[in-house]
Antibody
Framework: QVQLVQSGAEVKKPGSSVKVSCKAS????????VSWVRQAPGQGPEWMGG????????NYAQKFQGRFTITTDESMSTIDMELSSLRSEDTAVYYC????????????????WGQGTLVTVTS | DIQMTQSPSTLSAYVGDRVTITCRAS??????LAWYQQKPGKAPKLLIY???TLETGVPSRFSGSGSGTEFTLTISSLQPDDFATYYC??????????FGGGTKVEIK
């Protein structure tokens, strides 16, 4: 059974960067496609971007272009996201989520989710 | 960008009620629509994909319908475990996806 395990909560100052990790428990991300989704307090989810680790190719929502990066390590055991130039509006729970196996792009239904990582941006 | 609008934003119902949630897309998305259930402090859980296909393990009281711009999620007989917030999500584009604003189902 696929399990995505994320790194712990972070508190950051405005203008700084945050990195959140997502690990495939008991395996690797080979053959998977993974998206990052965030959810601000009391709001609906917001898609940020996704990556096809086998190809190393990532795509990003226009809103986050230039300050959001998704990477994977060579072993494809961990996928990281980094968000820079943080502002208070970036305070949210950040989720990694696996795209359904039958899909071939980052845009699809998301069938397995990490537990979420709370990122708080405060001065 | 495609906008997804859910209604109502909040719904109060009794256990055993039939409940329907609507999701409208700002342009046609064919049947590229998913529905999720989310409980407080938890990640969303996939219920339905491709507008009407039930995810493995999801109870059959959940069903989805629609195509183009109008979609519905129906719970045929609301159970205590179903009180949660529900989101629709489109994935018509190859390179992005959009969620609706959510519908909170509360106990009446």
């Amino acid at each position: 059974q696929v399990q995505l395990v994320q790194s712990g909560a972070e508190v950051k100052k405005p203008g700084s960067s945050v990195k959140v990790s997502c690990k495939a428990s008991g395996g690797t991300f080979s053959g998977y496609i993974v998206s990052w989704v965030r959810q601000a307090p009391g709001q609906g989810p917001e898609w940020m971007g996704g990556i096809i680790p086998s190809f190393g190719s990532a795509n990003y929502a226009q809103k986050f272009q230039g300050r959001f990066t998704i990477t994977t390590d060579e072993s494809m055991s961990t996928i990281d996201m980094e968000l820079s130039s943080l502002r208070s509006e970036d305070t949210a729970v950040y989720y990694c989520a696996r795209v359904r196996e039958q899909c071939s792009s980052t845009s699809c239904a998301l069938d397995h989710w990490g537990q979420g990582t709370l990122v708080t941006v405060t001065s | 960008d495609i906008q997804m609008t859910q209604s109502p934003s909040t719904l109060s119902a009794y256990v055993g009620d039939r409940v329907t949630i609507t999701c409208r897309a700002s342009q046609s998305i064919s049947d590229w629509l998913a529905w999720y259930q989310q409980k407080p402090g938890k990640a969303p859980k996939l219920l339905i994909y491709k507008a009407s296909t039930l995810e493995t393990g999801v109870p059959s009281r959940f069903s989805g319908s629609g195509s183009g711009t109008e979609f519905t999620l129906t719970i045929s007989s609301l159970q205590p475990d179903d009180f949660a917030t529900y989101y629709c999500q489109e994935y018509e584009s190859y390179s992005w996806l959009t969620f609706g604003g959510g519908t909170k189902v509360e106990i009446k």
